[in-house]
């Protein structure tokens, strides 16, 4: 069965860090493009950034990009997002995601970003 396993957020200051993790199991995770999302309350989930499965080529959104950093590693089956700088805009439940059909999603991981 394929799972997520979000972990790493919580309340960070404006301009401050956090390095989120998401665990996944149940299939294949070299194989499959790998994606951070976040949704705010009251607005729909969007892409954050992606990473290609030998993590060679990386995409952000234009939010983020400069910012945050997607990575992963193959031999722990665990994709990772690096955020930098965080602004109150930010704030959101943060999920990641595989390329692929049928949809996964896990439970998320909160992050505030709040003075």
């Known amino acids: 069965q394929v799972q ?4 790493g957020g919580g309340l960070v200051q404006p301009g401050g ?3 989120l993790s998401c665990a996944a199991s149940g299939f294949t995770f070299r194989a499959y493009i790998m ?3 976040r949704q705010a309350p009251g607005k729909e989930r969007e892409l ?3 990473i290609t499965p030998a993590g060679v080529t990386t995409d ?3 939010s983020v990009k400069g910012r945050f950093i997607i990575s992963r590693d193959n031999a722990k089956n665990t994709v990772y997002l690096q955020m930098n700088s965080l602004k109150p805009e930010d704030t ?5 995601k ?3 059909f049928p949809v996964y999603w896990g439970q ?3 992050v505030t970003v709040s003075s």
């Not at 959101?92 to 990641?96: G, I, R």
Request: one cysteine or more; proline letters at 0%; aromatic letters at 22%.
């Open 60 to 62: 952000y959104a234009d």
């Open 35 to 37: 994606s951070w999302y």
């Open 108 to 110: 998320g991981t909160q």
């Open 92 to 96: 959101a439940v943060y999920y990641c």
């Open 48 to 50: 954050v950034a992606s």
């Open 4 to 7: 997520f396993v979000e972990s």
């Open 17 to 19: 860090s956090l390095r």
């Open 98 to 100: 595989r390329r692929a």
